[in-house]
């Protein structure tokens, strides 16, 4: 090529480099990634991962909203609703009808909860029947360590949290499957259909109560919880117990350049914001916001997910402590409103590089990824960005050095996605998806890199500060 040629190509191509190159920040992005890993081995279900949150929150400084009468600019509140999802804030030193900066991600991920009837006992083995939540392969879900996670709480109010098979000491729980020898028929079968939803039962003891009787095992089982956290099997009746794999989040490869862990989706999107906002140093110009929302992985409905109106109440009992509030001041805040849909994206994976366009889709090592739209099929139920704000992120990541790619979700018509930022579009809030790639998005053990792990952190915090 051409002396004249080069030279044009470097003022005129999109570089699009792999950013362990050359990157003086190693250091930091290694120390970095070793808080994620810690935060994700103690922050497996959505409400564990708000009893984080809240941790590192009030360590840099945080009350609950509850605890202000009045607020004034620099002033760091929090709001925790049902234990599932959190809003946070640090007020802006602008009039706040100038609109907030927020950053959203979601704090549920997939996982098998158990039916409210789950203990039963089949062939002198005792199991829990289960049901699960979100988008999962079902047979990546068997012969796994699994874990379980939740809370029973009895009618008197006493509420009982659970959290058995993470520490090397406790038993672990798996679903079993056939073994080769006999799979003749199911290994014929669509891989969809290999592994029935009604099969995932987990299996949790195999010793029948010392006297002769029918369900002996299930007895024993029974009478174990009993002593154990004081519950009859009517109390199983209000849980919310959930089954998460028992592997710990770690650092993955030769060079250690990865993550692999479950829940990355969104967890990963989770702690940066966090980390992100908590970290800032000055009062920033606009009110910046961090949401925590339950329930993307099942469209975000109920009242903890992003549909509820939870958000704008936290929203408007801010404008009230700011002293500031007056008809209609909400909707005009929203309209005035920027935000990074903080969520992950599919990263390519070269084993499976056909469901993507080469040219869109994102790569692990480059940097934080932003998707201008979703949706499927001819972009149905897209949330899509404008390009005047696509320009000013662009514009921020780049006087901050962050670096960033622009993709979207596989090849044309292959299938297709969404995220909680349509819910804020539609309160007239510029929303663009910013997140961190995965491989194996979904699975029982998620894969992300470090370099992008640390962008996606400085480039919160670039959005939440200007
Ligand atoms: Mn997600
Ligand atoms: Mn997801």
Not at 29 to 50: G, L, Q, V, W
Not at 66 to 74: M, Q
Not at 324 to 329: G, T
Not at 334 to 351: E, T, Y
Request: glycine fraction near 8%; charged fraction near 30%; include cysteine.
């Amino acid at each position: 090529m051409s002396e004249r040629a080069e030279e044009l190509k470097k003022r005129l191509f999109n570089k699009r480099e792999n950013g362990w190159k050359n990157t003086k920040e190693k250091e930091k992005i290694f120390e970095y990634s070793k808080e994620y890993i810690k935060f994700m081995n103690e922050s497996k279900t959505e409400r564990e991962i708000i009893k984080s949150s809240k941790k590192i929150a009030e360590s840099k400084g945080f009350k609950s909203i509850e605890a202000y009468n009045e607020l004034k600019p620099g002033d760091k509140v929090y709001y925790i609703n049902r234990n599932k999802s959190m809003y946070l804030a640090i007020i802006g030193k602008e009039d706040i009808a100038n609109g907030l900066n927020i950053i959203g991600a979601h704090g549920d991920s997939p996982r098998l909860d158990l039916k409210p009837n789950p203990l039963y006992e089949d062939g002198e083995f005792a199991y829990f029947k289960t049901h699960y939540y979100g988008g999962i392969k079902k047979y990546q879900w068997t012969t796994i360590p699994l874990s379980i996670h939740g809370v029973i709480v009895k009618t008197n109010g006493e509420k009982i949290e659970l959290n058995i098979g993470e520490d090397d000491n406790d038993p672990i729980f798996t679903i079993t499957d056939l073994l080769p020898h006999l799979a003749q028929d199911q290994m014929g079968k669509k891989l969809k259909d290999a592994i029935d939803g009604e099969d995932l039962n987990l299996l949790i003891g195999s010793i029948p109560y010392d006297e002769e009787c029918q369900e002996a095992v299930k007895l024993n089982i029974l009478n174990i919880l009993n002593e154990k956290y004081g519950i009859t099997e009517v109390d199983l009746l209000s849980s919310e117990i959930e089954l998460v794999p028992a592997m710990k989040c770690r650092s993955m490869g030769f060079d250690e350049s990865m993550v692999a862990g479950y829940g990355q989706d969104d967890k990963v999107c989770v702690y940066t914001e966090l980390t992100a906002l908590t970290d800032l140093q000055d009062i920033p110009n606009k009110t910046a916001i961090c949401i925590i929302s339950d329930k993307e992985e099942i469209g975000s409905m109920g009242n903890t997910g992003m549909e509820s109106r939870v958000f704008d109440t936290f929203i408007s009992e801010v404008l009230n402590k700011l002293g500031v509030n007056k008809p209609n001041l909400l909707e005009k805040v929203f309209c005035n409103s920027k935000m990074l849909s903080a969520d992950v994206d599919a990263g390519l994976d070269p084993i499976y590089a056909s469901v993507s366009e080469k040219n869109n889709v994102a790569h692990l090592g480059r940097g934080i990824g932003l998707n201008k739209y979703t949706g499927s099929r001819g972009k149905s139920g897209a949330s899509d960005a404008n390009a005047e704000f696509v320009a000013e992120v662009r514009k921020i990541f780049e006087e901050n050095d962050i670096r960033y790619q622009i993709s979207e979700l596989g090849r044309v018509d292959v299938g297709g996605g969404g995220t909680i930022a349509y819910i804020l579009a539609n309160k007239g809030i510029d929303v663009i998806d910013c997140g961190v790639p995965v491989l194996s998005m979904h699975s029982p053990y998620e894969v992300t890199s470090k370099f992008d792990i640390y962008e996606a952190y400085k480039g919160y915090k670039a959005f939440l500060g200007n």
